[in-house]
């Protein structure tokens, strides 16, 4: 192995751990779960219901989400570069560009195998 492919070899092993950095360590993981309440008729429901206060509908709100509410889930690779949240989704851009080094290493590594 020459000097090239060393370098190559450090920057990819790099590269590899930032991944698996971005991936577990700041949550990208390709599994999201999530509770889906669309189906849940709210206006039906808050009709059976009087509350005095905000914080017990809050609480209510809570209970009906959990008791009606379908538990579903989403499993795919691009789930490692992009987080759906609430405000919207996230982007793994370290992960893109660690994907992108891992890449390069790979191919300078092959191409300077000679020399």
Not at 9 to 33: A, N, R, Y
Not at 69 to 82: A, M, N
Not at 92 to 104: D, E, S, V
């Amino acid at each position: 192995m020459n000097d090239k492919q060393k370098l190559l070899v450090m920057f990819g092993t790099g590269s590899v751990l930032v991944f698996l950095i971005t991936v577990f360590g700041l949550g990208f993981s390709p599994v999201h779960t999530w509770l889906d309440t669309s189906e849940i008729d709210w206006e039906y429901e808050k009709s059976n219901v009087d509350f005095d206060n905000e914080k017990d509908w809050y609480k209510w709100a809570g209970e009906l989400k959990k008791e009606k509410g379908i538990e579903r889930t989403k499993v795919g690779l691009p789930l490692l570069f992009s987080k759906p949240t609430k405000k919207g989704e996230k982007t793994n851009w370290l992960g893109i560009i660690a994907i992108f080094n891992i890449t390069f290493s790979i191919v300078g590594f092959k191409l300077f195998r000679d020399q």
